[in-house]
């Protein structure tokens, strides 16, 4: 037989390991020379289940918990696993549309991939929670998630507190990818200072997952797991009880508390206005009122004693006259003659008392807030003769005032503090091209002028003069539970600032002495508490304000600082309510209240009415409501021309018609029309606003903070023109 | 050749049977570890034959037994019984048409019962390979004529159209692989050439846009006129044979493949040659991709999917591997089919590039073993049975190594010895038995 196909062994051979030499080849690029496959193989196998810890506690001074964890649900979704889910049953439990449903599924999409959950309804009612833990089967794919939120038992201290939120990529950048996409963060208050106390440590978990995504045990034994650590719980000065209290007075009111102890530098209460209840701002309902709150005009998420700024007006005075005293311009004896005003400048300042000798001392002048001699002594200050100018004086002053914490961020453990406004000479210098003098600012003198100061550096101020010269730095937080040497967080608070001790014993007894009889016989009788030396200082700031494009008067702002006892100081104050008038009408009743409960924990009965009465005043400065008319409209607007759907703008519209209608009708009689000032300048402009053709407006700048004050006055325009809307409304 | 061993050993290519052990034994621990449950007592779930590595286990005593009472026939039964054998295989073939079972995706299999399955086209490989061995092997046959090569292609191609007739492209291909040993017993080279440059020309059809490839060929006919214008001046057959070739190539490449993939084979089997070269298939119209909808749902196999798990796991494996019962793809099955076609995952992801070569080197050795025992036959029906049975191995193993590292469309050829499958094992035994056998008896000449 053919033997000659002999040879063809040889090439047979020769296919068989030309074969095989390609596939060891192509072994070897997968196993060897690319290292994707393991990665691939581990993301597939292996679910890193992080391990959130519970967050820190915040206790008060009597070890009452603040807030508290407690848990809800999120209902998640992974895209990927989503089949022959019962669409319409969920849509009808979550009350949402199938197209609505399409769309949450393709944003988890886009947000975290095919195979990762995403958070498809945040944060359950109870209800719902129950709901779909009941059909949870019926939905593959979706699952329940535990989600730890804040709960406040109290219901108070939601500014200084703080709250919690999702963590946003600028955040999650900062932190160098710490942080993953939906981890929770404090995202103000001490919630936000205190992050990295009372997060604690998250674990990992890695767990085994099988083709399906079911959860098959853990991976390698735990080796590589790290169990999660509880956040810190933090002990704070805080008096919940005076917390609570001074949030009831401060109800419907704008403004702010500060109570400090002097002795430790811890904040006792800080209350801003308006007052929030911190539990609207957790959990489900979290959505609906955030958004509320922010639009408000009124600013009711802004925490006022750190970011409010407040002409000191008389409360003022006990700081000037103790630098006057210090620098020996005057003595505790020196008197002037006041008639009812200071003329020692061009410009008339008023004082509220003309009898003869109200100001004959340092003692007097405090008791009586007299305003001329403070302007006096504030000239004198900024003349004195060891300085060779005025502005050399000047800035001697200023540096008194950094002194005091004012003009500079106090440090307190609240981010976003404000400094305060304590100008430079530059600035006066710019202002009046190197021309001026002493007269040119001497409402410096009587808290007025460029000054400016949060509640918290006003206390603070308090708290020196209480202390006779030291301070510690205002802040919430006494230690740490399981405090170590490297936390350094504290460390700046357990600092004494001996700032103002070089100044002598007599000087402060003079002013204490002044600011005990302004409880005792002058402005401030309301505050006396039986028993106690309480030292206060009433004050009462002028504002101004923009509205319409006219800068109108507002009612006074009522001020009041104190500290109590006399001898041995254990609480200071600074109250401030915007547009309330005198500070002794208020502030000072409130302040008083405050000391009592803390001094005395309780408050007498024939008091108890009082609390009823402030808490039952509103004092929401009216000005407010057509700022937010402004303010509503414009948005509404803004939305009408991006969305071109006039149902945005139609409730102003009616509005709007209405009151034009009505000076339409009395055109000339406008002038006599007699209402309230505010109202009458709204009619007035109205009435201007009418005569002036419609611009048209283009909004592309409207980002431009200025641009969007202008846009205000633009847009009310166009509100006034039916026509114009209807031609916008065509489009 | 001891005198003192026992009459069925004596003359046994003792390598050969190790190896075919070896290979069986790396298959059932295979299996044990792609199926294995955390938990599971090893030694009750091995008896209890519930399991799928105890079942592979006893097909593989099976195998033993009925491979011993193979050694024990006269190699003779098998020449005189070869073309019986055959005709039987046809039948079982032609009576799969009325009595096939409804199984997933295919219509080759008869069930008796719910235990035994029989898929006759399996079986058929061997009766086919006994038959080809024996007509070769007839005196008279003389394979240089084209008659007798077409005869011989008959006989190894009949299986393979009623096998494609039911479903079962993939074992279809097999049968082609019988053409490694007409090669052998004198097949021009030029057919495997032409087959070969086929595949390519098919291949490069999918790939390069219609238009774009008949200017290549165009242009590949242009240069060969022109390096053979001497040739051509001398003999103008020369220039015809070049145009036509050419005119085939173009029409295969323009007609010939459009025409298998719309109306031969079925859109799923075309989604999958697609998926290897790695181009999206769009189903012409409504009705294929529901086939392709039916068939990867039915199938549970997405051919993409399992491919890329499936390198994931080879890959994941690295240069030493995971360790038994350690590798995630295969332990928590990511791998669909792993057990099955897939096996191969389990070696690549637990015993990484080293594992790998020592299994392939123990597959190289087998065949390039069969290779040798073929040479030193007397005979020519040991001869070309010994060919065929190590040509159907090499192209199982070939192929299904390729599938499962992305190199070949996903056609479902099972790794001999080690795919867990009583059938495959049984046949793929018999074949190493019967070989063994006539191996016994080299000196002889059986006709």
Known sequence: MPVFNQSRQTVIRLIFATTFLIIVVRLAVLQLFSDKYDAQAFSNAVYKKTIYPGRGIIFDRNNKAILNNTIIYDLTVTPYEVKQV?????????????????????????????????????????????????????????????????????????????????????????????????????????????????????????????????????????????????????????????????????????????????????????????????????????????????????????????????????????????????????????????????????????????????????????????????????????????????????????????????????????????????????????????????????????????????????????????????????????????????????????????????????????????????????????????????????????????????????????????????????????????????????????????????????????????????????????????????????????????????????????????????????????????????????????????????????????????????????????????????????? | MSLNKPEISRGIDGLLLWLYILLCCIGIVSIFAATYREGDDIVKTFLSFKTDYSKQSIFFLISIVAGTAVLLTDSKFFTATANLWYAFGILLLLLVFPFHSNVKGTKSIIKFGNALQLQPIQLCIVFANLALAKYLSRVETDFTKTRSQLVAAAIVIAPAILAIAQSETGLALVYFSFFLVMFREGLPAIILIIGFSFAILVVATLLVDPDILALILTGIAGLAIYIMRRQIKRYKSVLFGILGIWIVCVGIQRFAVPLIFDHVLEPYQVKRIYDTLGKDYIPKDAAAAADIAKNTETKKDDGDYNVKQSKIAIGSGGLTGKGLLKGTQTRYSFVPEQRTDFIFCTIGEGFGFVGSMIFLSIYIALLFRIVTIAERQRSTFSRCYAYGVASVLFFHIAINLCMTMGLAPVIGIPLPFVSYGGLSLVTFSMMIFILLRLDKDRQMVLR
Request: with cysteine.
């Open chain 1, 86 to 731: 019962d669409t319409s049953y969920l849509c009808s439990l979550l009350s949402i549309d199938t197209a609505e449903f399409k769309n949450r599924i393709i944003t988890a999409i886009i947000k975290n991939g095919r195979y990762r959950p995403s958070v498809f309804e945040g944060l359950l009612s109870l209800e719902l929670q129950a709901k779909l833990e009941e059909n949870i089967w019926r939905f593959p794919g979706f699952t329940l998630v535990e989600r730890p939120i804040r709960t406040y038992p109290f219901k108070a201290g939601a500014h200084l507190l703080g709250d919690i939120g999702e963590v946003d990529t600028a955040i999650i950048r900062r932190s160098k990818n710490f942080y993953q996409m939906g981890d929770y963060v404090g995202r103000s208050g001490m919630e936000q200072y205190y992050e990295s106390v009372l997060m604690g440590q998250r674990g990992v978990q890695h767990l085994i997952k099988d083709n399906k995504n079911r959860i098959q045990g853990p991976w390698e034994n735990e080796k590589y797991d790290t169990s999660a650590k509880a956040g810190r719980n933090l002990r704070t000065y805080i008096d919940i009880e005076l917390q609570q209290l001074a949030e009831k007075l401060m109800a419907n009111k704008v403004g702010s508390i500060v109570a400090i102890d002097p002795k430790t530098g811890g904040i006792l209460t800080m209350v801003s206005g308006p007052v929030i209840d911190p539990n609207d701002l957790t959990g489900n309902t979290r959505q609906k009122n955030y958004a509320k709150l922010a639009l408000d005009v009124s600013a009711p998420l802004m925490n006022r004693a750190t970011r409010g700024l407040y002409e000191p007006g008389s409360t003022f005075k006990p700081v000037g006259g103790l630098v006057a005293l210090d620098l020996g311009v005057i003595n505790a004896g020196y008197g002037v003659s006041c008639a009812g005003a200071y003329y020692g400048c061009g410009k008339v300042i008023k004082c509220e008392h003309h009898n003869p000798g109200h100001a004959a001392n340092m003692r007097l002048a405090l008791a009586n807030s007299c305003n001329s001699y403070f302007s006096q002594i504030y000239r004198m200050t900024v003349d004195n003769p060891k300085d060779h100018n005025t502005k050399a004086g000047y800035t001697r002053w200023k540096d008194y005032m950094n002194a005091f914490g004012w003009g500079e961020k106090l440090g307190i453990d609240l981010p976003n503090e404000l400094p305060g406004s304590i100008p430079d000479t530059t600035i006066y210098n710019k202002v009046y091209r190197n021309q001026w003098n002493s007269c040119t600012n001497v409402t410096l003198g009587i808290g007025q002028d460029k000054m400016q100061v949060t509640p918290v550096q006003l206390a603070n101020a308090m708290c020196v003069i209480a202390n006779k010269g030291y301070y510690y730095t205002p802040h919430f937080v006494e230690k740490i539970d399981n405090e170590t040497p490297a936390d350094s967080i504290l460390k700046p608070f357990r600092i004494k600032h001996e700032a103002l001790t070089h100044i002598s014993d007599e000087a402060y007894e003079a002013i204490h002495a002044g600011m005990q009889d302004v409880v005792e016989s002058g402005t401030a009788r309301i505050a006396k508490i039986p028993g106690i030396n309480i030292c206060a200082k009433t004050g009462t700031a002028e504002k101004y304000t923009v509205l319409d494009g006219h800068r109108i008067k507002l009612p006074n702002n009522s001020m009041f600082v104190c500290f109590a006892p006399r001898e041995d100081p254990k609480i200071a104050i600074a109250v401030a309510v915007e547009n309330a008038g005198f500070g002794s009408t208020w502030a000072a009743p409130i302040a008083s209240l405050l000391i009592e409960q803390y001094l005395t924990d309780s408050i007498r009965s024939e008091k108890k009415k009082d609390v009823e009465r402030i808490a039952s005043a509103n004092l929401m400065p009216a000005y407010l409501k057509r700022k937010q008319f402004i303010a509503d409209s414009t948005r509404a607007y803004y939305y009408f021309n991006l969305r071109k759907d006039s149902s945005y703008i139609k409730k102003y519209l009616k509005q709007r018609s209405a009151k034009v209608e009505k000076p339409k009708q009395d055109n000339t009689t406008v002038s006599s029309n007699k209402n309230t000032a505010v109202e009458n300048k709204q009619q007035q402009s109205a009435i201007i606003k009418q005569q002036i053709p419609v611009p048209v407006v283009s909004y592309k700048s409207y980002g431009n903070s200025r641009n969007r004050n202008l846009c205000f006055y633009k847009e009310a325009f166009l509100f006034v023109d039916d026509k114009h809307f209807k031609k916008q409304a065509a489009i």
